[in-house]
């Protein structure tokens, strides 16, 4: 079954908003909009309602769809979030004795973030990145903990890909990562948690450094 209006107006608009098509802080009417993609105003604003609720846009009565702007001080308040909360389901699975087949599709997420930085292809590398993350958060088993970490995913993926270009090669990432799945596969609780806790926070430092000298926090 093919999307609806609306799945290709989210799909699109969420595409222009993480490109950069449509520029953090900008103001674009509902209209204008459903005549960029070809298509009526409620698809538009539907799917405009539902990226406000994943924090992307604000919709505003009678002066259209404005483009959040993307604050470090934002992200170090989400980062804090999902160090936490991340760093609780790597403990947690840990605990829950996975054997290697169970925790593959993380493995395979880690060989392709290393493939990735061999190709030097860094969108590849954080979709892999974004995919490990879920995957550990699902591991760790707590419904509530991903549905909070859900709530957060797209503004961290839009602020990475802004600047990814920027940042170093991630090559410590990948290494932080495979830490954690060996002491998630060793059943080393606190180590998973201790780990996973500081890839975070400095995942943090350099997200919300970068977002300062790129100006973004001014938007």
Sequence with gaps: MGQSQT???????????????LAAGSNHFEADLAD????S?????????????????DVQPRRGVRICPISAEDMADIYDVLC?????????AAERGYTADDLQ???NCIDTMDAAL????????????????TELVRLGGNARVIEIVARYTDQVRRARMMTLPLRPLPVKSNADHRAVLDAIQIGDAARARDLHRAHRYAARTLL????????????
Excluded: C, Y
Excluded at 7 to 21: D, I, K, N, Y
Excluded at 84 to 90: T, V
Excluded at 209 to 215: K, M, S
């Design 41 to 57: 105003r409620t698809p538009v604003r539907e799917a405009a309602l539902t990226m406000k609720a994943q924090g992307l846009v």
């Design 7 to 21: 799945e290709q107006a989210l799909s699109r608009l969420r595409e222009m908003v993480f490109s950069g098509e």
């Design 84 to 92: 936490e909360l991340e760093s609780l389901a790597a403990a947690r």
């Design 36 to 39: 960029r993609l070809g298509m």
């Design 118 to 133: 061999t190709d030097n292809d860094r969108t590849a590398w954080a979709e892999a990145d974004d995919r490990f993350h």
């Design 105 to 107: 599709i993380a493995q």
């Design 208 to 219: 919300t450094g970068l977002i300062r000298d790129l100006g973004l926090h001014r938007l």
